[in-house]
């Protein structure tokens, strides 16, 4: 079992809708946790962190955290066609230093 | 631009082969990383050099070396290559332990026949 667990997906969903991109992990140690997006071909770009229970908002992007739960959301408003990517939770497991990946996302955005 | 500079962005290799990808970053970054990506399997941890003069096996090491030159350099080295290392290769860096996400460079993409 992956340290970091993604829904593979693809997600779709129309233009202008909220999009919710889901992550569970299982080392109740991790502290600070991170969404990245990835174009095809291209590599991982960092679009938000998150360390402390609850909400953190970065313009059209919201980052949820649950500890309890242990569990990160990434939400993204008015969901444009360029938000199309595969998108990439991380969290700090084990060594402080290392993030563990999950699997991604394909977020699959509609005219 | 400031970042991570990855060499090279594409190479062929025959089986047995041997190689050096090549990283830089210019951000004083104390820790860096090299990582494959393959599809289904995400991204996953060949090496990483928490600090200048240290380095550790990360979740997938059989097959590969590493140098930290440098605060700057660290280089992922195959000896000997296989198909199975076929991959698309990305280093990253970081400021280190702590709430610090990575910043990944461009990427090697290798393929092995």
């Known amino acids: 079992q992956k340290e970091v667990e993604q829904n593979s997906g693809p997600l779709s969903v129309p233009e202008g809708a909220i999009a919710s991109l889901n992550c569970t992990y299982s080392?109740?140690?991790?502290?600070?946790f991170f969404w990245y997006r990835q174009y095809s071909g291209k590599s991982p770009e960092l679009i938000m962190s998150?360390?402390?229970?609850g909400d953190k908002e970065d313009g059209r992007f919201t980052a949820q955290l649950n500890k309890a739960s242990q569990y990160v959301s990434l939400l993204i408003r008015d969901s444009q066609p360029s938000d199309s990517a595969t998108y990439l939770c991380?969290?700090?497991?084990?060594?402080?230093?290392?993030?563990?990946f999950g699997t991604g996302t394909r977020l699959q955005v509609t005219l | 631009n400031a970042g991570v500079t990855q060499t090279p962005k594409f190479q062929v290799l025959k089986t047995g082969q041997s190689m050096t990808l090549q990283c830089a970053q210019d951000?004083?970054?104390?820790?860096m990383y090299w990582y494959r990506q393959d599809p289904g399997m995400g991204l996953r941890l060949i090496y990483y050099?928490?600090?200048?003069?240290?380095?550790d096996k990360g979740e997938v090491p059989n097959g590969y070396n590493v140098s930290r030159l440098n605060k700057r350099e660290f280089s992922l080295r195959l000896e000997s290559a296989a198909p199975s290392q076929t991959s698309v290769y990305f280093c990253?860096?970081?400021?280190?332990?702590?709430?610090?996400?990575?910043?990944f460079g461009s990427g090697t993409r290798l393929t092995v026949v």
């Open positions: 080392d109740r140690g991790s502290q600070s």
């Open positions: 998150i360390y402390s229970n």
């Open positions: 951000m004083n970054h104390n820790s």
């Open positions: 991380a969290g700090n497991t084990g060594t402080a230093s290392k993030l563990t």
């Open positions: 990253a860096s970081s400021e280190g332990a702590g709430p610090y996400g990575y910043t």
């Open positions: 050099s928490a600090s200048e003069g240290t380095t």
